[in-house]
């Protein structure tokens, strides 16, 4: 008889259904097999078993590589599930103690929005594949020279490679977390302007030009767009003039009790909206359609 011993710390019902679950393929091939759990000396294992002649022949191997096959792939499974946020938080204390509890934790949240994948990056599901392939094969590796396996050890010892994935993933939730404070801190930063200023204008309607520029309008629906930024562009010269950062230059030093964005389709750079409604946090309005829209609309048209 062939079979496979998992030895394992944590409850049993789990790790036995995942391998049930992968172990039904098997019924197809007509490949009989056994799942049976021991406890012994406060020790689980699960025994996983092909049952086959007494002559062991090719048919008798061809199942056992069968059982190894989705035994690992059930292991995989469950090591994602079960190991992945532990390891995580593991390398997160290790690497980066430097930082407090909220901050780890607020990393550890990034970390796992990353591998689970919640933007629906391509690059990150490309992640996700290599990470439980990685497992698969080393699972695989390991029960080719021995079918013995205790499972924390085995994750803690022969997973090298996974975890150094799971490291570059801290690695990049880090720098996003350090991003995201240094942006908080500039918007923390651009609102202690804004306050300290005098409101020039009651309204301040933005609608988005040509070549990325930006049309100005106040209250009354005239433009001044060149008086307000004319300042700002006398000091920088032509090739290094941001459109983007001198509409906000701009805004903070007109200090608007409100805002009005108009055409908000024809905006390129959907971060810069997001600044601005952060900055000018309750003054702003995103317009859904009126003559500013309309003319943007016929403009845009007209330049395809």
């Known amino acids: 008889m062939q079979f496979l011993s998992i030895g394992i710390n944590e409850r049993a019902e789990d790790i036995i259904q995942d391998i049930k679950n992968e172990l039904q393929a098997l019924k197809d091939k007509k490949i009989n097999y056994t799942i049976d759990e021991v406890n012994s000396d406060g020790s689980t294992s699960i025994i996983c078993s092909i049952k086959e002649d007494k002559i062991f022949n090719k048919r008798t191997m061809e199942s056992y590589e069968a059982l190894i096959s989705h035994v690992s792939n059930a292991l995989a499974e469950y090591i994602i599930r079960k190991y992945e946020e532990k390891l995580i938080a593991r390398i997160i204390n290790s690497n980066y103690c430097y930082f407090n509890s909220a901050e780890k934790k607020e990393i550890l949240e990034l970390a796992l929005r990353i591998i689970r994948n919640d933007d629906k990056n391509f690059l990150n599901s490309i992640f996700q594949i290599r990470r439980r392939n990685v497992i698969i094969r080393k699972l695989q590796d390991y029960f080719q020279g021995s079918n013995n396996l ?44 804004v306050d300290i200023q005098e409101p020039k204008f009651d309204t301040i309607h933005i609608s988005a030009g040509y070549e990325n520029k930006y049309i100005l309008l106040d209250e009354d629906k005239r433009e001044v767009t060149n008086e307000c930024i004319q300042e700002f562009i006398n000091e920088i010269s032509e090739g290094d003039i941001n459109y983007d950062d001198l509409l906000v230059s701009s805004l903070i030093t007109l200090a608007p009790k409100k805002i009005v964005i108009h055409g908000t389709g024809q905006f390129r750079n959907k971060e810069l909206m997001e600044t601005i409604k952060n900055v000018f946090s309750g003054k702003v309005i995103i317009c859904n359609g009126c003559e500013i829209c309309e003319v943007n609309i016929v403009k845009s048209e007209q330049k395809k």
């Open 150 to 193: 205790i499972l924390d050890g085995f994750v803690n010892f022969r997973l090298k490679d996974y975890i150094s994935d799971l490291e570059e993933i801290v690695d990049k939730a880090v720098d996003d977390f350090l991003m995201a404070r240094e942006y908080k801190e500039f918007i923390r930063l651009l609102r202690y302007f």
